[in-house]
């Protein structure tokens, strides 16, 4: 092979894993305000995508984040989820806990999760979940996790897939913020 033929071959294979979609969505198709959903490529609706984590968040503490993705019929799954302020703007950080099933990248200063290959869960049916951690490092108001879930044939292919979105605030732990507030005041004072 001369050089212009190895670089042409991994021209293709890179484009051929970048185009792997089943392992791994584009970034910015969690139904977030102002961006796309999978149903961009994916031609179905249905399913439910359920977010759930905690009610309230202390800076400097790790949650768990779940998304569990449901459909009686379908028989493969995928998701991508953002972590967002009130600005639309990336609260905390992630971290993957679980390898193997989602994944994250990061654009536009947005972390999004989203599953792997394996993390489709080919030939399962009935639901799929996947977890990850966040951690808030400042209060920024109520913060709200976006995801999009795909409820799919397994037929390696966008169409007969349903997609669904779902959403989970998260609010300042009001009992944390007091004594910070409270010592405030007390300054004003002394
Ligand atoms: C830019 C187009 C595009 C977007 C947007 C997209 N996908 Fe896909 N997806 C594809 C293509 C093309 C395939 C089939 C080829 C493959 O398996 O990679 C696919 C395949 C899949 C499969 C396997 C389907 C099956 O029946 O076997 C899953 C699951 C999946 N995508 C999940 C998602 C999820 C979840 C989202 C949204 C967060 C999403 N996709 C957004 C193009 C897209």
Same mark, same amino acid.
């Given at each position: ?95 993957? #806990? ?10 536009? *200063?947005? +972390?999004?999760?989203?599953? %792997? $290959?394996? /993390? =489709? ?22 913060? #709200? ?10 037929? *390696?292919? +966008?169409?007969?897939?349903? %997609? $669904?979105? /779902? =959403? ?23």
């Amino acid at each position: 092979m001369n050089k212009s033929t190895v670089v042409l071959v991994s021209f293709f294979m890179v484009s051929a894993s970048a185009f792997a979609f089943s392992g791994g969505p584009p970034d910015g198709k969690t139904g977030a305000p102002g961006e796309g959903t999978c149903n961009d490529c994916h031609d179905g609706s249905g399913g439910t995508t359920t977010v759930s984590g905690p009610d309230t968040y202390v800076p400097g503490t790790a949650y768990t984040i779940e998304v569990e993705v449901a459909d009686s019929s379908a028989m493969r799954w995928g998701f991508e989820a953002v972590v967002l302020d009130e600005n639309g703007d990336q609260a905390g950080s992630v971290t993957i #806990t679980d390898p193997t099933n989602p994944q994250d990248s990061t654009s536009g *200063g947005k +972390t999004y999760v989203k599953h %792997t $290959s394996a /993390g =489709t869960f080919p030939g399962t049916g009935g639901s799929a979940t996947w977890s990850f951690d966040w951690e808030p490092d400042a209060y920024v108001g109520i913060v #709200t996790v976006y995801a999009a879930g795909n409820s799919a044939n397994n037929d *390696g292919s +966008t169409t007969g897939d349903k %997609t $669904s979105l /779902g =959403t989970w605030n998260i609010d300042p732990d009001d009992t944390a913020v007091e004594p910070a507030s409270f010592g405030k005041v007390k300054s004003m004072y002394n």
